[in-house]
C-alpha cells in the first residue's frame, strides 16, 4: 500500500471493559497467550507494506507505550515513517466525544505527512488481513471512503454499543449506514476505513467548526449521499472485542485449529513484544487438553480449554477449566476454576472454588489475592 499512511483508534471499547481497562486501554489487553489486541491491527498494517502508524490514545496509554516501544517488532523502527504514540494535547482533553474529535488532535501528524490515503482502523478488532485489495477497489471505484465490513447476522447484545452497519447497491456503493440499531442487521462495519486524505482534513475542519465529533453519525449517515462511500466485504475470521463476553469468545475461538490457522499461520504474520522465556514445564501428574499454554509456566494440575499465559504456575491439584489465566498469576493446590478471567500477577489461594458462566465469565483485577 504504497502512498498510504496507517492512524489507529486505540482506546475504542475502553469503558464497556471496565473490568480489564482500569490500568490500561482495550488495545493492550493481552490476548491468546502472548499478544495484545492492538497487534492485529498494527500487524495487519505493516503487512500490507504501511510505514508510517500514527496510534491515537486517549487515557491509560502506558502499558500500550511498554509494549509498542520504538515498533521494532513490527518494523516501524526507522529514519523515514515509523510509529508515532498520539496521546492528547492535555489530560483535560483526555475524553473524545468520538472519532472526528480525536482526529482533530492528530491534525497536525495529518497534515504533516505526504501521503495520498489514509487506512484507519480500530484496535478492537482481531483479525488477519492484507489491505491491498481493499485499496485498489478504492481507487477502482475512485471512491471518497471505503468501508471495509464483515457480511454476516449480527445482535445487540447491550444497550452501550456503537456499532455501524451499512447497506450497498449492486455496484457496492452505500446508500444507508445504521448506527447501533435495536434490531439484528447485516454488513457490520469494522471501523477500518481508506479514506484520500485531503478530504479527511477537510472533514476534520468541517466538523469542528460545527461542533460535530462522530464519523458515523457526521459523516458517514449525513453525507452518504454527497459522498462516494463504497462497501469492501472482508471474508475472513473476525472478531470485535467490546465487552468481557466477546472477549473471552475471541479468546476461546482459538481452541478451534480452522480460526488459529487463520489468524496466524497465514504468509502474514501476526506481529508482538518479543520475551524470551524458559519452556512451560510439565510435572508428573499433570494433564493438560485442549489449551494454549504459553512459555514460562509450570503445570502440575489439570488444565483444559484454557489459555494459559507467560509465567503462570498451576500447582498440584489445581483444576482449570474454560479459563483465562494472564501472565505470572499462580493457582495454589486444590483450587477449581471454571468460566474465568484471571488477570496480570493474581494469586488464587489454597482450595478456592471459583465459578462464572459462557456469557458471564468471572473477572479477577490484577495483581488480586482470593
Known sequence: MKNTMGLIFAYQNDELMRELTQKRALSSIPFGGRYRIVDFALSNMVNSGITQVGIITRNN??????????????????KNGGLYMLPPFSQSEGSYRGEMEALGNADAFIRKSNYKY?????????????????????????????????????????????????????DGRVIDVAVNPLVGRDNLSMDQIIIGKSLLETLIRECASHNMYSFHRDVLQKRVNDLKIYGYEYTGYYAKIESI???????????????????????????????????????????????????????????????????VRIRKGAVVKNSIIMQACEIQSNSQLEYAIIDKDVVIRENRKLFGYKLYPMVLAKGSVV
Request: proline share 1%; glycine share 6%; charged share 25%.
Open 118 to 170: 489514509i487506512m484507519i482502523a480500530s484496535a478492537d478488532s482481531v483479525c488477519n488481513m492484507n489491505f491491498d485489495d481493499a485499496l485498489n477497489y478504492h481507487i477502482e471505484k475512485d471512491a471518497d471512503i471505503t468501508i471495509i465490513y464483515k457480511k454476516g447476522k449480527f445482535e445487540r447484545q447491550n444497550e452501550h454499543e456503537n456499532n455501524c452497519f451499512i447497506q450497498c447497491d449492486a
Open 61 to 78: 496509554y502506558q502499558s500500550l507505550m511498554d509494549h509498542l516501544g520504538s515498533g521494532k517488532e513490527w518494523d516501524l523502527s526507522r
Open 245 to 311: 463476553a466477546s472477549y473471552f469468545q475471541a479468546s476461546m475461538d482459538l481452541l478451534n485449529e480452522s480460526i488459529r490457522q487463520a489468524l496466524f499461520y497465514q504468509p502474514r504474520q501476526i506481529f508482538t513484544k518479543i520475551r524470551d522465556e524458559v519452556p512451560t514445564l510439565y510435572q508428573n501428574g499433570s494433564d493438560v487438553k485442549n489449551s494454549l499454554v504459553a512459555d514460562g509456566c509450570v503445570i502440575e494440575g489439570e488444565v483444559e480449554n484454557s489459555i494459559i499465559f507467560r509465567g
